[in-house]
């Protein structure tokens, strides 16, 4: 298990640094190599998961000088975010052989794209917050460097924002970090459990979790990402970056320290206050990559309601969105990659009647939009469900209404979208859809998110386990 968990971690981190040499001479070997490292990645962390459920926590650590120590261990909040994370990025790879194929930098997008796997593998298995700092670091790199691809002037502003306020939330979180190894004496999360965090500490660690998750007020960020190429927004807002924030709240303060009551109150006002300020900017904007990027924010808000609410149903039901919107919502912004490739515009207004030229997409994004909007059987609305139920039960009706009304605004948004697009009168006449590999991964996420939904009692379970920790 121990051997395991060090493939896991580190075949996407050393194997990125190999894919630009490979990519020199045998581009074609290049793409099969950043697809066969992520894969790993997916196949070893299920190769864990009978390990986790069965109660064991494979552990792995190196004692450093000056108390410090290396460590990386797997449990089921770590493996569930680590198979959650791989998968998605496997499909977003496999469609990237279509849609980045044409354009330059490809050397340094797969390695950058790999390299963004293996930081998010290495954070969900840390077990000390200054090795968690150091892969969060690296996630942001890779993240600044993919949003500036096209490598235009707006493009590298936008980068260089989104680069400025996740950097600057997470240094104000080190800042944290140093105050709990003050108290402590150790940055060991598994020699911390249990511990009482200074509401101080907790404040600053929050700055870099809503930097990272892109939660109000530090939102602005991410909408503006969208200028990146569309398998580059649907990694960083679906399967890996955004879920950093959230995963970083339930490591610490769902599943390890004990902190002021006062936080199940706060950061759910939080959450809701976000859900409703970007599903509002989301019903009004035209543009289809910001659209379904003010959608993240809210749907975020969920998965923070869900972590930070305090009890058990809503945890689970916040790990379970996390699922549910990395599968549904990469699916979203891969198929507006489909139509934003093909017309070479993202404006919704000068979109209509795609249906007939794009019958795959059509349906790929109507089932992602169904699992996103919470409607049975798809696996949102099993996560809505227990979010708000976690609120019911922590005698907060109030939140819970606020998240319901979030939910009827998602409905008509996405629906906005929907017959903006693909129904209504045809004006665009001549393109269709081309790539096999970007068709063949939206149909499969499409078909996954309501599949999970089935089958959501398989991953209930393991989300269940994460509270048992308690």
Same mark, same amino acid.
């Given at each position: ?16 640094? %190999? %894919?630009?040499?490979? &990519? ?73 052989? &279509? ?5 330059? =930098? ?22 000390? %917050? ?29 980068? =260089? ?26 940055? @060991? ?95 009004? @904007? ?13 749907? %975020? ?9 305090? =009890?058990?149903?809503?945890?689970? &039901? ?76 922590? =005698? ?9 009304? &979030? ?64």
């Amino acid at each position: 298990m121990q051997a395991t968990l060090l493939v896991c971690i580190f075949t996407p981190l050393i194997g990125a640094c %190999l %894919l630009p040499l490979i &990519g020199q001479r045998a581009p074609r070997v290049r793409n099969l190599f950043s697809l066969l490292f992520v894969l790993a990645s997916f196949l070893c962390s299920a190769s864990l998961l009978p390990a986790v459920l069965s109660g064991s926590k494979p552990l792995i650590r190196l004692a450093l000088p000056l108390g410090l120590s290396l460590g990386f261990q797997a449990d089921a909040l770590s493996v569930f975010m680590a198979m959650t994370a791989s998968l998605v990025a496997c499909v977003i790879l496999i469609y990237s052989f &279509g849609y980045i194929k044409d354009y330059d =930098n490809q050397n340094e997008y797969y390695f950058m794209a790999v390299l963004f796997l293996g930081a998010m593998m290495g954070l969900v298995y840390s077990t000390s %917050l200054i090795l968690l700092y150091v892969f969060w670091e690296i996630s942001a790199i890779a993240c600044w460097r993919l949003i500036g691809f096209y490598r235009e002037e707006l493009t590298i502003v936008r980068a =260089n924002k989104a680069y400025v306020v996740t950097v600057f939330g997470a240094l104000i979180m080190l800042v944290g970090f140093l105050g709990i190894w003050g108290q402590t004496g150790t940055f @060991e999360l598994t020699a911390m459990q249990g511990a009482h965090v200074p509401a101080w500490c907790v404040v600053l660690i929050l700055f870099g979790i809503l930097s990272k998750s892109a939660t109000f007020p530090l939102h602005s960020w991410l909408p503006d990402a969208g200028v990146a190429p569309s398998p580059v927004t649907s990694l960083l807002h679906a399967a890996v970056l955004v879920k950093i924030g959230v995963y970083a709240y339930a490591r610490l303060f769902a599943v390890t320290f004990t902190i002021d009551p006062v936080f199940t109150q706060i950061v759910p006002i939080i959450a809701a206050v976000s859900a409703l300020i970007s599903a509002g900017c989301a019903m009004v @904007e035209t543009d289809i990559k910001r659209i379904i990027a003010y959608s993240t924010i809210s749907q %975020l808000a969920f998965i923070l309601l869900g972590v930070s609410i305090g =009890n058990e149903t809503g945890l689970v &039901g916040g790990m379970l969105y996390i699922l549910a919107h990395s599968v549904a919502k990469g699916g979203l912004f891969l198929c507006a990659g489909i139509v934003e490739h093909n017309l070479h515009t993202k404006d919704i207004n000068q979109m209509g009647g795609l249906y007939k030229r794009f019958p795959l997409t059509a349906v790929a994004f109507a089932l992602c939009s169904l699992s996103v909007m919470g409607v049975p059987p798809f696996s949102g609305y099993f996560a809505k469900f227990l979010v708000v139920q976690g609120a019911l039960t922590a =005698n907060q009706p109030w939140l819970a209404g606020v998240f319901i009304l &979030g939910a009827f605004m998602t409905v008509f948004y996405l629906s906005r979208v929907f017959f903006k697009v693909f129904l209504g009168p045809e004006t665009n006449h001549h393109a269709h859809e081309k790539s096999r590999a970007m068709v063949g991964s939206v149909v499969f996420l499409g078909v996954l998110a309501l599949v999970l939904g089935v089958f959501i009692s398989l991953p209930a379970e393991l989300a269940s386990r994460i509270w048992g920790v308690l």
